[in-house]
């Protein structure tokens, strides 16, 4: 893993003939170093064009590990490492996905995980805790250090009142 690599990204195989595709998105027996990946939640969510959600996370004894599937659609993804302790910390990682690419990210408790749907976009989220409203954190994803490569249509009320990424990284209140 090199320093940027505070994820893992999972390239899928297809398999495709007259019918369509079969693809494997992970292994939850295979997930982290051979541990099972005890799934304690699923979510599915629906984008549309233009938009933004992130850039999320659960903390305190709520943060959860997550894998993150693109179910269709094509998205720019951004992770963000807010452990503290990490030496990746407050690093940036962008991912485009487009809709020919299938691809997978095992996302660690204390990364914040936010994308811009380039397309009409269906996401699939797994995660090993229950989710917890009351530790909900996040950071403004028009934060000026997000590079869109376009000005987005909008993000929701609550994304909109998380602090900067710089006001967050400045704060005592890091994972």
Request: charged share 25%; proline share 6%; hydrophobic share 35%.
């Given at each position: 893993?090199?320093?940027?690599?505070?994820?893992?990204?999972?390239?899928?195989?297809?398999?495709?003939?007259?019918?369509?595709?079969?693809?494997?998105?992970?292994?939850l027996s295979?997930t982290?170093?051979?541990?099972?990946?005890?799934?304690?939640?699923?979510f599915?969510?629906?984008?549309?064009?233009?938009?933004?959600?992130?850039?999320h996370?659960?903390?305190?004894?709520?943060?959860?590990?997550r894998?993150?599937?693109?179910?269709?659609?094509?998205?720019?993804?951004?992770?963000i490492?807010?452990?503290?302790?990490?030496?990746?910390?407050?690093?940036?990682?962008?991912?485009?996905?487009?809709?020919?690419?299938?691809?997978?990210?095992?996302?660690?408790?204390?990364?914040?995980?936010?994308?811009?749907?380039?397309?009409?976009?269906?996401?699939?989220?797994?995660?090993?805790?229950?989710?917890?409203?009351?530790?909900?954190?996040?950071?403004?994803?028009?934060?000026?250090?997000?590079n869109?490569?376009?000005?987005?249509?909008?993000?929701?009320?609550?994304?909109?009142?998380?602090?900067?990424?710089?006001?967050?990284?400045?704060?005592?209140?890091?994972?």
């Open positions: 893993m090199d320093v940027m690599s505070f994820i893992e990204i999972f390239e899928n195989k297809r398999h495709e003939d007259e019918r369509g595709y079969l693809s494997k998105f992970v292994s295979e982290l170093l051979g541990n099972p990946f005890p799934v304690s939640e699923v599915r969510s629906k984008t549309n064009v233009g938009f933004v959600r992130g850039m996370l659960q903390s305190g004894i709520s943060s959860n590990t894998i993150i599937h693109l179910l269709s659609g094509h998205v720019l993804t951004y992770f490492d807010l452990r503290s302790e990490s030496t990746t910390f407050g690093k940036i990682l962008r991912v485009e996905t487009p809709s020919d690419v299938s691809r997978t990210f095992l996302v660690p408790a204390g990364i914040a995980h936010g994308y811009l749907a380039i397309q009409d976009s269906e996401v699939l989220y797994l995660s090993d805790k229950p989710h917890d409203p009351t530790e909900d954190i996040g950071v403004n994803p028009l934060s000026e250090e997000f869109w490569p376009f000005a987005p249509k909008g993000i929701s009320k609550r994304d909109s009142e998380f602090p900067t990424l710089e006001t967050y990284l400045n704060s005592n209140n890091n994972l």
